[in-house]
């Protein structure tokens, strides 16, 4: 066995533990995710906790080889859908995710020894697995990180700290960026890494290792990549197949023919799931894209989004080049980025749902907790109303035996919510497969660029349907013009067949047809806030009245239809500085009928109409600002008082009425605004009062229900109560709000705080501005003439 870094602290690791939780500060390549679990064992059974499946399984097989046992004996591991271990293994690897469940399930109470690794990643879960663990005291805890957290993790936990340095080359840093302060970017990503590519195979040694922000990325560096003749091109990311993986942690395969005689150089391409744990060997160059997909909230939702990564991150990722020799990492980013500091924990940027109902299904509020770093307000109240709405927590936040049942499921509580409150077993069936493939990482097909097989598929699938055609793949359906993500779809299979078993549904090979309307229906009515409607001025967008949508581009969304159900979304970078632009990724058009019959929306009242039968006012549905229903109903009790105001304003009752009232309480604003009224003060109230809303008010004071009671009144009768009635008619007279002179109608404005009247042009042909004496006096006011965009003084 090799000498690693980590191997001088050994025995300064036994002393600490035996009294005290330890929190070890090491970087990459110091051998602490291979060494310290081992090490643990000595103090009684560890479960070992890795944010990233791929380094979960990979450790553990790694170490169940150097132990000499099969895997699963003393070493094992426990991921989503898989498993190898028994209650005998001595060191156990498993994702947070499992860590927390097991908690639920008996408070980890076959284990000594928790260590929770990379906890620099700072991942929700893990903060709560280790605040709970904190506060339980029931466990002695090993933390480890590989940034700056270690010394307030050790106050935090009350811990022993031990700080050991990686096994590390030279590194030298160089930056490809058009200026010095040029942040990471998007644009042409895949052209750039290959031109980098080429330089580094003529300029350096050792292998490649490309970070790139997602899959997408990858696989179009990848193509880019793929014609040059020496290079073996690797995918490394969290659903790459064990064959890929194996592949980009193996050392170079030697080939005969290369001119060098040290084999083909090797590119990975990779995500930030190669910062750490996992060791690469060979690598002496790293090319640093300076981007990565992270975790933002959007709408009471959590969503990715496409962000620069902080400057530990960047010293992560250059870490990787000085691993087994002096190496090269090449930002293609300017060095004086202004790049955070550290990436903010995701309990500070993401929603807050699964965190609380995890908490609550082991016995904790979040409140009840301490966390590192503090939980915003916002987010605490907004998982809140969202776990009551759901009926998963009750008034004092402790779990409900409905909370129980969403909590095991390995899905998003939403999409848990909605399957277990589907009582049709078809629709429950259907849901679960559309829930299983929204649920792997990897998206199940691409759509093709040709426009005959995109024909060809819309005859297959008529609706343009996102959840029929997911639902229909993981159930093994076969569209011939799609391209099949296979890992990913073996996947969802596999869920949907736990997730059936869990219900005591049906096998999916005999999975019950379903009515795709009835399920549309059911979804709506459980969480109407995933329904999106089309905006009328801007039809590629679509809004719920919290968030806006558009489109991603492999969709098969109908240019006719006007609402849709979004599953999923992704967010980019938008023009402006904290602009995000928000797509929809899985969609399903509904029918505005289906909102209508669901009541979504609020009724408003709209236009008045009289007719021989009488009068009435028009109801209108509104959702997400655009009327998708409108009713005529009769003009009766509280909803006749807006026709009746509509029929004084236009003339048709009380002739003259609106203006004169109008005036007066312009006239009173004014007034107030000058103070000249002692005892009262110009106010909120005051400024927005308008002749509609005072009238309103009249009516309800009177009683007024029905527009015939109104010829029982007159003008006299609905007086305003604003300026006294001896000091109007003056103070009118000395600031009107419309002049008439000799061809020439105007508007007047005044700004009382700048003491400056606008005399505004309406009509007429007179091309001259006014004159100072046709003017009132105005003592002490600036005028100004205002016509179209030119602006005169008046003297």
């Given at each position: 066995m090799s000498q690693l870094p980590i191997d001088s602290y050994q025995s300064t690791f036994h002393q600490q533990i035996a009294d005290s939780h330890l929190v070890v500060e090491a970087e990459t390549g110091s051998?602490?995710?291979?060494?310290?679990?081992?090490?643990?064992?000595?103090?009684g059974r560890v479960l070992v906790v890795e944010p990233r499946r791929i380094a979960c399984t990979s450790l553990a097989k790694f170490l169940a080889?150097?132990?000499?046992?099969?895997?699963?004996?003393?070493?094992?591991?426990?991921?989503?859908?898989?498993?190898?271990?028994?209650?005998?293994?001595?060191?156990?690897?498993?994702?947070?995710?499992?860590?927390?469940?097991?908690?639920?399930?008996?408070?980890?109470?076959?284990?000594?020894?928790?260590?929770?690794d990379e906890f620099h990643e700072r991942r929700w879960d893990i903060d709560l697995l280790v605040a709970i663990l904190k506060q339980k005291a029931s466990h002695r805890l090993v933390i480890t990180s590989a940034t700056i957290e270690g010394e307030r993790l050790a106050d935090y936990l009350k811990a022993n700290r031990i700080s050991c340095e990686g096994r590390t080359y030279q590194v030298d840093i160089e930056h490809q960026a058009n200026e010095s302060r040029a942040l990471p970017d998007s644009r042409h990503l895949e052209q750039r890494i290959a031109e980098e590519v080429n330089h580094q195979l003529m300029a350096s040694h050792g292998d490649i290792l490309v970070?790139?922000?997602?899959?997408?990325?990858?696989?179009?560096?990848?193509?880019?990549?793929?014609?040059?003749?020496?290079?073996?091109?690797?995918?490394?990311?969290?659903?790459?197949?064990?064959?890929?993986?194996?592949?980009?942690?193996?050392?170079?395969?030697?080939?005969?023919?290369?001119?060098?005689?040290r084999g083909l150089r090797k590119v990975i391409l990779a995500t930030n799931v190669a910062e750490t744990s996992l060791t690469i060997p060979d690598i002496g160059v790293v090319i640093d894209s300076g981007l990565e997909r992270r975790t933002v909230q959007r709408n009471g939702r959590t969503t990715l989004m496409l962000k620069s990564i902080s400057r530990a991150g960047a010293k992560q990722r250059a870490g990787r080049a000085g691993r087994?020799?002096?190496?090269?990492?090449?930002?293609?980013?300017?060095?004086?980025?202004?790049?955070?500091?550290?990436?903010?924990?995701?309990?500070?940027?993401?929603?807050?749902?699964?965190?609380?109902?995890a908490a609550a299904c082991s016995g904790f509020t979040l409140e009840s907790l301490s966390f590192l770093d503090p939980i915003p307000e916002k987010s605490l109240h907004s998982a809140t109303q969202t776990l009551l709405t759901m009926e998963a927590i009750d008034v004092d936040h402790q779990i409900t035996e409905h909370g129980k049942k969403l909590y095991p499921l390995p899905i998003d509580a939403?999409?848990?919510?909605?399957?277990?409150?589907?009582?049709?077993?078809?629709?429950?069936?259907?849901?679960?497969?559309?829930?299983?493939?929204?649920?792997?990482?990897?998206?199940?097909?691409?759509?093709?660029?040709?426009?005959?097989?995109?024909?060809?598929?819309?005859?297959?699938?008529?609706e343009g349907c996102d959840l029929t055609l997911l639902i229909q793949i993981v159930?093994?359906?076969?569209?011939?013009?799609?391209?099949?993500?296979?890992?990913?779809?073996?996947?969802?299979?596999?869920?949907?067949?736990?997730?059936?078993?869990?219900?005591?549904?049906?096998?999916?090979?005999?999975?019950?047809?379903?009515?795709?309307?009835?399920?549309?229906?059911?979804?709506?009515?459980?969480?109407?806030?995933?329904?999106?409607?089309?905006?009328?001025?801007?039809?590629?967008?679509?809004?719920?009245?919290?968030?806006?949508?558009?489109?991603?581009?492999?969709?098969?969304?109908?240019?006719?239809?006007?609402?849709?159900?979004?599953?999923?979304?992704?967010?980019?970078?938008?023009?402006g500085v904290k602009?995000?632009?928000?797509?929809?990724?899985?969609?399903?058009?509904?029918?505005?009928?289906?909102?209508?019959?669901?009541?979504?929306?609020?009724?408003?009242?709209?236009?008045?109409?009289?007719?021989?039968d009488g009068v009435f006012t028009e109801m209108d549905l509104v959702y997400a600002g655009r009327t998708i229903s409108t009713k005529l109903v009769a003009a009766e009790g509280q909803l006749s008082l807006k026709p009746i105001v509509d029929l004084v304003v236009s003339g048709a009752q009380l002739p003259g009425f609106s203006e004169a009232?109008?005036?007066?309480?312009?006239?009173?604003?004014?007034?107030?605004?000058?103070?000249?009224?002692?005892?009262?003060?110009?106010?909120?109230?005051?400024?927005?009062?308008?002749?509609?809303?005072?009238?309103?008010?009249?009516?309800?004071?009177?009683?007024?229900?029905?527009?015939?009671?109104?010829?029982?009144?007159?003008?006299?009768?609905?007086?305003?109560?604003?300026?006294?009635?001896?000091?109007?008619?003056?103070?009118?007279?000395?600031?009107?709000?419309?002049?008439?002179?000799?061809?020439?109608?105007?508007?007047?404005?005044?700004?009382?705080?700048?003491?400056?009247?606008?005399?505004?042009?309406?009509?007429?042909?007179?091309?001259?501005?006014?004159?100072?004496?046709?003017?009132?006096?105005w003592s002490g006011w600036r005028i100004q003439y205002k016509k179209a965009s030119r602006i005169i003084d008046i003297k």
């Open positions: 051998g602490k995710s291979t060494r310290l679990p081992i090490w643990a064992s000595q103090h080889k150097e132990s000499g046992e099969k895997l699963g004996s003393k070493v094992g591991y426990a991921i989503k859908l898989e498993a190898q271990y028994n209650e005998q293994t001595d060191v156990v690897f498993v994702t947070p995710g499992i860590a927390l469940r097991w908690l639920a399930e008996d408070g980890l109470a076959g284990f000594d020894v928790i260590v929770v970070f790139l922000p997602g899959k997408k990325e990858i696989v179009q560096c990848e193509q880019a990549l793929a014609k040059h003749p020496d290079l073996q091109v690797v995918k490394l990311h969290a659903s790459v197949s064990d064959k890929e993986r194996d592949l980009a942690l193996s050392g170079r395969n030697v080939a005969n023919d290369d001119l060098d005689g087994v020799m002096d190496g090269v990492c090449v930002r293609l980013y300017g060095e004086h980025a202004a790049l955070e500091l550290v990436t903010p924990p995701e309990l500070q940027r993401e929603e807050l749902t699964e965190l609380m109902l939403l999409y848990a919510d909605i399957v277990t409150r589907i009582k049709t077993k078809a629709l429950k069936e259907a849901m679960v497969d559309l829930t299983a493939a929204l649920s792997v990482p990897a998206r199940l097909y691409q759509l093709p660029n040709n426009a005959e097989h995109l024909e060809a598929l819309a005859q297959q699938e008529k159930r093994g359906r076969n569209y011939p013009h799609l391209e099949i993500d296979q890992q990913a779809l073996a996947e969802a299979q596999g869920l949907a067949e736990q997730m059936r078993e869990v219900f005591e549904l049906p096998q999916l090979e005999v999975a019950s047809r379903y009515q795709r309307t009835a399920l549309l229906e059911t979804i709506i009515k459980l969480h109407p806030e995933l329904v999106f409607v089309r905006r009328l001025k801007r039809r590629e967008a679509f809004a719920n009245g919290s968030l806006e949508v558009v489109l991603g581009r492999q969709n098969r969304f109908p240019d006719n239809a006007q609402a849709m159900l979004v599953f999923d979304t992704h967010s980019l970078p938008g023009r602009q995000t632009l928000t797509l929809a990724t899985t969609t399903a058009p509904i029918a505005l009928d289906l909102m209508v019959e669901a009541e979504l929306g609020e009724w408003q009242q709209g236009e008045t109409v009289v007719n021989d009232r109008t005036r007066e309480i312009k006239h009173w604003q004014l007034y107030v605004k000058l103070g000249l009224d002692e005892q009262t003060k110009f106010t909120s109230d005051i400024e927005q009062l308008n002749f509609e809303s005072w009238f309103i008010e009249q009516l309800e004071v009177l009683g007024v229900t029905d527009v015939s009671e109104l010829e029982m009144f007159d003008a006299s009768d609905i007086p305003f109560e604003g300026i006294p009635s001896w000091l109007y008619t003056e103070f009118a007279e000395k600031y009107p709000f419309s002049i008439t002179l000799a061809d020439l109608n105007l508007e007047v404005e005044y700004l009382v705080g700048r003491k400056l009247v606008y005399v505004h042009y309406q009509s007429g042909s007179r091309k001259s501005p006014p004159k100072r004496w046709e003017l009132p006096i």
